[in-house]
């Protein structure tokens, strides 16, 4: 079953940073571009970030651009997120997506972040 | 910058009944349009790519339409199962960034 698993949130005070990571499995990791999206408690979806099969292609959105850093590891398999800065509106759910064509077909259950003092 | 602009924000329909899901988006995007489907406490599930191509295991009653700057997600028979919030998606090829709409919460009476 083609299944990422993200992991890696927890509380944290605004201005601290966190690493979130996303094993995948099931298929071959190599061979697919990766996202980040989030959803705040209640709200929609927000693009966070992609990062291109061999990771030399990057993108940001600009909520989070120059804070955040993604990353991958395709001999283990493994997508990151480096949080750093945090404020209270990065809260939400992180959710790591494989693309497919225009959309994103293979989600994880994602994983919790909560910014507050 | 892109935006999508979903209608309507919320629908109450009945099982059987059609439903009719819109997209709009601020500038052409051709057919680089998504939908997803969202139930409480799940991720999205992707049911339609490239506008009218149906993900694999999607049933039939859903299609999507539309190209340029309109686009049409659409029920064809309500199932009660099918209550959800309904989200388009666009991608742009450079620089890869992507825009979710606000989404569509469909409710089932």
């Known amino acids: 079953e083609v299944q990422p698993v993200e992991s890696g949130g927890v509380l944290v005070q605004p201005g601290g940073s966190l690493r979130l990571s996303c094993g995948a499995s099931?298929?071959?990791?190599?061979?697919?571009?990766m996202n980040w999206v989030r959803q705040a408690p209640g709200k929609g979806l927000e693009w966070v970030s992609y990062?291109?099969?061999?990771?030399?292609?990057?993108y940001y959105a600009d909520s989070v651009k120059g804070r955040f850093t993604i990353s991958r590891d395709n001999a283990k398999n493994s997508l990151s997120l480096q949080m750093n800065s945090l404020r209270a509106e990065d809260t939400g759910l992180y959710y790591c997506?494989?693309?497919?064509?225009?959309?994103?077909?293979?989600w994880g259950q994602g994983t919790l972040v909560t910014v507050s003092s | 910058e892109i935006v999508l602009t979903q209608s309507p924000v919320s629908l109450s329909l009945s099982p059987g009944e059609r439903a009719t899901l819109s997209c709009r988006a601020s500038q052409f995007i051709s057919t680089y349009l998504a939908w997803y489907q969202q139930k409480p406490g799940q991720p999205p599930r992707l049911l339609i790519y490239d506008a009218a191509n149906r993900a694999t295991g999607i049933p039939a009653r859903f299609s999507g339409s539309g190209s340029g700057t309109d686009f049409i997600l659409t029920i064809s028979s309500l199932e009660p199962e099918d209550s959800a919030v309904y989200y388009c998606q666009h991608r742009t090829n450079w620089p890869p960034s992507y825009t979710f709409g606000q989404g569509t919460k469909l409710e089932i009476k």
């Open positions: 990062i291109s099969i061999s990771g030399s292609t990057i």
């Open positions: 099931g298929f071959t990791f190599s061979s697919y571009e």
């Open positions: 997506a494989r693309v497919d064509y225009s959309g994103m077909k293979f």
